[in-house]
């Protein structure tokens, strides 16, 4: 049976006509298994080079199954489709995308994994010993394809990242490595006729093979002279309409809707009934503005370090990333699109080294605005601080005191007032029972709303309920008259940016420098460290809550690192 003319033209842009078409038709079967895009990892940059094999596989006479960027039930029924193909002859299985291994097993992942761990993992992915079990059905003519990319993934207990040991079955070859050399491989060796599969890898520096490689039999075997077709007299095309051939090539370059592919049809027929359509598409994809800024911005090569002051710089003008992580997902592609829209630059999400710079400068301009804000502010905010601690009597009186502290719990004069009701509550204790007094100590000492309400409740006549309930006051009046639930979202929250000690510790020394006293610069946020960070928020117009947000930390960050991003990481 011969070959039709859209699998001929497949051959020809892929550039294996000759060697197709010398066979026949092969009644074959190949699954492929391609996961490029991930919702909670990093996505593959070459999985597509196993994709595009689809033609050249269909050129070659094989029944193609393809599941793209499926999840774990998908890739099964993936599998399960090439099973009930039945297939005796040839089988390819090809699988790329995130694999995770256990001691005993890998799995390749499904689109939608998050963090799977050894217990779950079987249902977010397909695992390759039962993808091996399907495979040796055809011993001797089996291939499986393990496409393997560096890509960040989080995994979970139990699981390591990659493909571990590969015990292939009697008769199955496995090939890993990756996707473009894998991709190159097939088509170059597996799929022409009578290649020799062991010298061809023993050339390949790029990929290993597992399990059953032999020079003797190849994948193909090398095509037999066959009597010639009888000669047909020949027909003459209408004037001015396409032969049969150049449709079939047509038709196979706007299935592969690819430059390349309109490119090989204009090497045939520059002057083709279609060439005015191929050239038109090869404009549309050359002249379109997003994919030459991605090309421009990958041509960077930027840093994570890079790409973190990026999202540094674009927080800082109000553009929100969703993260300061050197990771370019949809809210950062986002945050750099409104940035464009508003420089007037042409909105594509990505960036030349042009625009890197007018962002970064940009925002080292506008960090300055904050500080020089953030200056007059805390200027303004210290002359009504001393105002009122005149006001109530500098200290002369409790009820000053008090009064003072609770409008200015972290006030310039706050240790000093702090320090003589302090005084104060001790005289008190004195003239207090020995079990109030032991009460109220515990009470002191743990300093919470908690522990203040507890002494109430047990001590309803104390001689320090008085200030119990004012010490309450103050801990749940810290920034603006919190409740204990919104104290505990805001602990949540700062909890959340999972700050490393030595984070911390940097941001308590921006803040000693400041002249904001954190205490000691440990990484430990103490009371003195909550009181700084609230002087920081209240200075430059942030919500004052004494914890963190990921406002707070690029604030403080930017302020600490400053400058101007370089593209060769040095900031200035």
């Keep these: 049976m011969p070959i039709r003319p859209l699998a001929t033209a497949l051959a020809v842009l892929t550039g294996l006509g000759s060697a197709i078409a010398a066979t ?94 050894l217990a779950t993992v079987s249902g977010d992915g397909l695992p390759l010993s039962v993808l091996m079990d399907v495979a040796a059905t055809a011993p001797g003519r089996s291939i499986v394809l393990l496409g393997l990319e560096r890509r960040r993934i989080d995994l979970g207990a139990g699981l390591g990242v990659g493909v571990g040991r590969v015990d292939a079955p009697q008769g199955v070859t496995v090939l890993a490595g990756a996707p473009d050399d894998l991709a190159d491989f097939t088509t170059e060796t597996l799929l022409v006729p009578g290649a020799d599969l062991e010298a061809a890898l023993s050339s390949s520096r790029g990929l290993r093979a597992f399990g059953f490689v032999s ?81 421009a911005e990958e041509a960077l090569n930027l840093t994570r370090q890079q790409r973190q002051q990026i999202q540094r710089s674009l927080s800082i003008l109000d553009y929100d990333t969703r993260g300061i992580d050197g990771i370019f997902g949809s809210g950062t592609r986002n945050a750099i699109r409104g940035w464009q829209n508003a420089r007037g630059f042409v909105v594509t999400g990505y960036l030349d080294t042009a625009q890197i710079n007018a962002l970064s400068q940009q925002a080292s301009v506008r960090a300055a605005e904050l500080e020089e804000e953030a200056r007059q502010a805390r200027e303004e905010a210290e002359r009504a601080d001393r105002a009122y601690w005149q006001v109530t009597g500098q200290g002369a009186t409790e009820e000053g005191l008090r009064a003072y502290l609770e409008r200015y719990p972290d006030g310039l004069f706050a240790e000093q007032a702090e320090a003589r009701v302090e005084e104060i509550d001790r005289a008190r204790r004195a003239e207090a029972e020995a079990r109030d007094r032991a009460a109220w100590d515990v009470a002191r000492a743990q300093n919470s709303v908690a522990a203040y309400r507890a002494y109430i409740n047990d001590n309803p006549n104390g001689a320090f309920v008085d200030q119990a309930r004012a010490q309450i006051d103050i801990l749940t009046g810290q920034g603006g008259g919190f409740t204990p639930q919104q104290i505990a979202q805001f602990e949540a929250r700062e909890a959340s940016l999972n700050l490393p000690p030595v984070t911390r510790s940097l941001i308590e020394q921006r803040l000693a420098a400041l002249g904001l006293e954190p205490g000691r610069v440990d990484g430990r946020f103490d009371e003195r460290s909550r009181r700084a960070i609230r002087r920081y928020q209240r200075a430059r117009g942030i919500t004052v809550t004494g914890y963190l947000d990921q406002q707070s930390v690029v604030r403080l960050l930017a302020e600490t690192v400053g400058g101007i991003l370089r593209l060769d990481g040095v900031i200035e």
Excluded: C, K
């Excluded at 699988?95 to 689109?111: E, K, P, Q, T």
């Excluded at 009597?227 to 001015?240: D, E, F, G, I, M």
């Excluded at 049969?244 to 196979?252: C, N, P, S, T």
């Design 24 to 117: 026949e038709v092969r009644a074959d079967t190949a699954l492929l298994l391609v996961n490029d895009r991930y919702s909670n990892a990093q996505n593959l940059r070459q999985a597509s080079e196993i994709e595009r094999l689809r033609g050249d596989l269909s050129a070659a006479g094989f029944d193609v199954i393809t599941v793209a960027d499926g999840d774990g039930d998908d890739l099964r029924r993936g599998l399960e489709r090439l099973m009930n193909a039945d297939e005796e002859d040839r089988v390819l299985v090809a699988a790329v995308g995130h694999f995770a291994r256990s001691n005993s097993d890998s799995w390749l992942l499904g689109s939608d994994v998050d963090e799977p761990n």
């Design 215 to 295: 020079s003797e039999l190849p994948f193909f075997p090398a095509a037999t002279p066959s009597a010639p077709a009888p000669t047909q007299p020949p027909t003459s095309p209408q004037l001015n309409q396409p032969g049969a051939e150049e449709i079939a090539l047509w038709e196979a370059a706007e299935e592969l809707d690819t430059v390349g592919a309109y490119r090989a049809y204009l090497n045939r027929y520059p002057n083709g009934f279609y060439a005015a359509d191929a050239r038109a598409q090869i404009d549309t994809f050359e002249n379109d503005p997003t994919a030459v800024a991605q090309a």
